[in-house]
């Protein structure tokens, strides 16, 4: 039937994946009140009334301080593999290691001379 065998699962695995979405929006579109009124229009948050205007400006350093952790987050999913299969690897898995590491700290030197890593 399919031209490339061994691949219906995958294809099942995949309309399963793509139904899934589909039915829980379809079910929340059936399911939710319909009523509109004021109470529901009125924004809030944490049950009270807003103070003031939602568009405020973070400082910069927020978002390079989360970013310095992202990238050092990621370092450990790329790293734990390679950490797991170290005997098997070899000394030229080592070396790419020590040399994917050495970027990472010379990224981890300039945000912290950039004062990316300074909270106040």
Known sequence: MFVL????YFLGFLLVCSA???IAIISSQLLRPKRQGVERRTTYESGMEPI??????FNIRYYMFSLVFVIFDV????LY?????????GLLAFAEALVFIAILVIGL????R???????
């Open 20 to 22: 899934v979405p589909a």
């Open 5 to 8: 065998s061994g691949y219906e």
């Open 114 to 120: 950039k004062g990316a890593l300074e909270w106040s």
């Open 75 to 78: 370092e450990t999913v790329f």
């Open 109 to 112: 030197v300039y945000a912290w």
């Open 52 to 57: 003031g205007g939602a568009w405020i400006q």
């Open 81 to 89: 593999p390679w950490a797991v299969a170290f005997n098997q690897l």
